[in-house]
């Protein structure tokens, strides 16, 4: 069974510092890893997806990496904003299964 | 918007009433997800379609649960008699691409609370 954890749980860094969230997973036989964005009270934003056969996708300030056989993942923001303040969830699917298994996610707040 | 609607946005019922969510997925994906997220954790899979075929159901729901999705487009799903454990965020997904390249898009989510 693919268990998806997320560390750490919370974290604040202040005005543009960067900041790498950590996403690792136990079964490696993925289709693919995305990270999502959620605001309080409210649903899922996809930032990147990373297929299995990929080693990093970008996307502005945000760079997710994949490494598949050690089961990990890194989210990196740069040069954060308070806009940037959420929770940051990671996602897996399994190989043969469209389905995701999430992690519990990250609370960043990013301090002015 | 062309996005993922997720009708009400909130929800509050007594304990044993009926409670039915609506989701209209994006246009041109045929496969539509249930899933449900309580407080401080990530979301879980319910159920997911195809088209109009339910194809997979998580033992997360229970015989209280419902789920539909007439003519492959919008999908409801109904909780009857509901608890107290019930209460949680009901999240809608649909799904552009196959494989590898597959990517979920959501909804706002309904959030229910059951009092």
């Known amino acids: 069974k693919q268990e998806v954890t997320q560390i750490p749980a919370a974290l604040s860094v202040p005005e543009g510092e960067n900041l790498v969230l950590n996403c690792s997973f136990t079964?490696?036989?993925?289709?693919?890893l995305q990270w999502f964005r959620q605001d309080p009270g409210k649903g899922l934003t996809s930032l990147l997806l990373i297929q299995s056969s990929q080693r990093e996708q970008t996307s502005g300030r945000l760079n997710a990496s994949l490494d598949k056989s050690s089961g990990r993942s890194t989210l990196y923001i740069a040069a954060s904003q308070p806009g940037d303040s959420a929770t940051y969830l990671c996602?897996?699917?399994?190989?043969?299964?469209?389905?995701?298994?999430f992690g519990t996610g990250t609370r960043l707040t990013i301090i002015p | 918007d062309t996005g993922v609607s997720q009708d009400p946005r909130h929800k509050i019922t007594k304990r044993g009433q009926n409670v039915t969510f609506r989701c209209d997925p994006i246009s041109e994906h045929n496969r539509l997800y249930w899933y449900r997220q309580t407080l401080g954790q990530g979301p879980e899979f319910l159920t997911y379609?195809?088209?109009?075929?339910?194809?997979?159901k998580s033992r997360l729901l229970s015989d209280r649960f419902s789920a539909e999705r007439p003519k492959g487009s919008f999908s409801t799903l109904e909780i009857q008699r509901t608890e107290q454990g019930d209460s949680a965020m009901y999240l809608c997904?649909?799904?552009?691409?196959?494989?590898?390249?597959?990517?979920?898009?959501f909804g706002q989510g309904t959030r229910l609370t059951v009092v």
């Open positions: 997904a649909s799904l552009l691409g196959a494989g590898g390249y597959t990517e979920a898009f």
């Open positions: 079964d490696s036989a993925i289709y693919n």
């Open positions: 996602a897996v699917s399994n190989f043969g299964n469209e389905k995701l298994t």
């Open positions: 379609f195809q088209n109009e075929a339910q194809l997979e």
